[in-house]
């Protein structure tokens, strides 16, 4: 099995920052890709970013100049770093993950149990 482990989330004022966590572990050969999505009140859930094994990046508009996702290959984790939060970042954070496992095919939906990060005005 395959085990999302998030952390990080928490409550921050307008115009701060936060650093999220996810590391994968258990049955995992490789990463093909990790990322983040949440998910507020009313809304449906939305990509935050992702990132492939070899780095390439991919963010929503509404992170865009603001959050980074970098990932660690050896230690199977990626970090999104948050800066200028706005009170409209509130939400559930969801990790995600592509792996391979032995057998060398993909594995999707893997996700993480999310960590709440809400931001005070």
């Known amino acids: 099995q395959v085990q999302l482990v998030e952390s990080g989330g928490g409550l921050v004022q307008a115009g701060g920052s936060l650093r999220l966590s996810c590391a994968a572990s258990g049955n995992i050969v490789s990463i093909k890709a990790m990322g983040w999505y949440r998910q507020a009140p009313g809304k449906q859930r939305e990509l935050v970013a992702s990132i492939t094994r070899g780095g390439s990046t991919n963010y929503a508009d509404s992170g865009k100049g603001r959050f980074t996702l970098s990932r660690d290959i050896a230690k199977n984790t990626v970090n999104l770093q948050m800066n200028s939060l706005k009170p409209e970042d509130t939400a559930v954070y969801y990790c995600?993950?592509?792996?391979?496992?032995?057998?060398?095919?993909?594995?999707?939906?893997?996700w993480g149990q999310g960590t709440q990060v809400t931001v005070s005005s």
């Open positions: 995600t993950a592509v792996i391979y496992a032995v057998g060398g095919m993909p594995e999707y939906n893997h």
